[in-house]
Nanobody, 124 residues
Framework: QVQLVESGGGLVQAGGSLRLSCAAS????????VGWFRQAPGKEREFVAGIRWIGGGTYYTDSVKGRFIISRDNAKNTVYLQMNSLKPEDTAVYYC?????????????????WGQGTQVPVSS
């Protein structure tokens, strides 16, 4: 098990940027694939971006391609989500999740390790 803590959320205007961090403690984080998910009010939790535990392969849902960048620093046990050109429809609680796997799953049900979430309201 790893413990995950997200930070970096907050109110931002449309067109602005935020960088979310997901700090891990516990087992060797470098062996975990990591996904960022988000959940807007009244909607299901959806996959946003993911990164392999090695090799740097990254994955994005279509709605954030070209705007969001996921990266990781295994020496710091941290995964980042740089969010640029934010839109009101990006408003959600953002969660990071981790699982021992080479490739991050797009399904929330595949993850057993979750952070508490960080809110990102985007004003128009």
């Amino acid at each position: 098990q790893v413990q995950l803590v997200e930070s970096g959320g907050g109110l931002v205007q449309a067109g602005g940027s935020l960088r979310l961090s997901c700090a891990a403690s516990g087992r060797t984080f470098s062996r975990y694939a990591v996904g960022w998910f988000r959940q807007a009010p009244g909607k299901e939790r959806e996959f946003v971006a993911g990164i392999r535990w090695i090799g740097g392969g990254t994955y994005y849902t279509d709605s954030v391609k070209g705007r969001f960048i996921i990266s990781r620093d295994n020496a710091k046990n941290t995964v980042y989500l740089q969010m640029n050109s934010l839109k009101p429809e990006d408003t959600a609680v953002y969660y990071c999740a981790a699982e021992i796997s080479l490739t991050p799953s797009w399904s929330a049900g595949e993850y057993h390790n979750w952070g508490q979430g960080t809110q990102v309201p985007v004003s128009s």
